[in-house]
């Protein structure tokens, strides 16, 4: 979880850096591909806890 938060932190700050400052798209793009990144992981991550094993 803590990685999941730390990822989307990092994110969320690329994404205001390049939305904010003038003609740098590039921090912006980035923040958004970290952001699914971390979102498709941790649905991996919640997905595989949720199956129980078989007896």
Same mark, same amino acid.
């Given at each position: 979880?803590? +990685?999941?938060?730390?990822?989307?932190?990092?994110? #969320? !700050?690329?994404?205001?850096?390049? *939305?904010? =400052?003038?003609? +740098?798209?590039?921090?912006?793009?980035?923040?958004? #591909? !970290?952001?699914?990144?971390?979102? *498709?992981? =941790?649905?991996?991550?919640?997905?595989?806890?949720?199956?129980?094993?078989?007896?």
């Amino acid at each position: 979880m803590v +990685l999941f938060l730390s990822f989307a932190l990092v994110a #969320v !700050i690329l994404g205001i850096i390049g *939305a904010t =400052a003038g003609g +740098l798209g590039y921090p912006l793009i980035v923040g958004i #591909v !970290i952001f699914a990144a971390d979102v *498709a992981f =941790a649905s991996l991550r919640l997905s595989r806890r949720a199956r129980r094993p078989l007896r």
